[in-house]
């Protein structure tokens, strides 16, 4: 797969960075073999990573390196174990400046991966965040959820291209994931509202009390009776309830206090 999609790039000294999934020895050589230089970040469970290197306990920010002709192998310690190999790299290390203003030193080879895999990284971060995939034994089911969630994320970057201050906002992305179920949604809900779609049968009102949207006007310059509760009796004196309230719908012109706002709009036998 992966000599596939660099094809039209060998032989030319390009650089090459993949995640874990794909980098193994053998991938190096092979691509080195034909002028192209690779790194890549290692599953600890790959037959070919130095044992040495896999079963080293090391320290916060302690780095551990071993070359194999030109394939340079590193496993670092930060806030977990990071292991990578590299054709490109060799045991040069870089010194950061963390959130905190420490500094720190850090391997070259985690340095470039960082930099030049920063977006497919962020992109797979984005993907296991609300994650809506099912283990299921049939193949088309993963393919199906891992489409659906791509396409969410494409959606939500080309949202916050055309919308930078969003993009800015606290919770970013579950705010736009909210708002697009909010949307899918909107359409059946409304057309709900006027009718029970596929049971043939009429709506149970036509009360434009129970379509569309209604907010309510809290301070209204006059004060009336709800309408709900001039239908209900007091149980203690048997008499109509009297509630006044400035609570007033402007598209039903009612008064209608807050208690009963809800139930107004949505039972149709009041």
Known sequence: MVFDLVDPYLDKAYHIYFENF??????LKDLESRGTFACGT???DRGDFPKALKNAKLATGE???IKNGSVAAVHWRDKRDVFAMSTMHGNAMDEITRRNKEKVLKPEIITEYNKYMNGVDKYDQYLNYYAIGRKSIKWWRKVFFRTFEMSIINAMVLHFI????FAKKRRSHKKFRVMLVHELVK??????SETNSGSGRQPVSASPRLKGKH???SRHPKRGRCTVCSHEKSNAT???KGTKTSNYCQKCEK???KACFEKFHTQSLL
């Not at 055309?162 to 201050?165: C, F, Q, R, Y």
């Not at 359409?187 to 709900?192: E, I, T, V």
């Open 22 to 27: 794909y980098t193994n020895l053998k991938l």
């Open 42 to 44: 290692v599953r600890i």
């Open 63 to 65: 780095t551990h390196f």
């Open 162 to 165: 055309a919308n930078p201050e």
């Open 187 to 192: 359409p059946l809900l409304q057309k709900r």
């Open 215 to 217: 907010f309510p006007i």
């Open 238 to 240: 048997g008499k109509e």
């Open 255 to 257: 008064f209608i206090c």
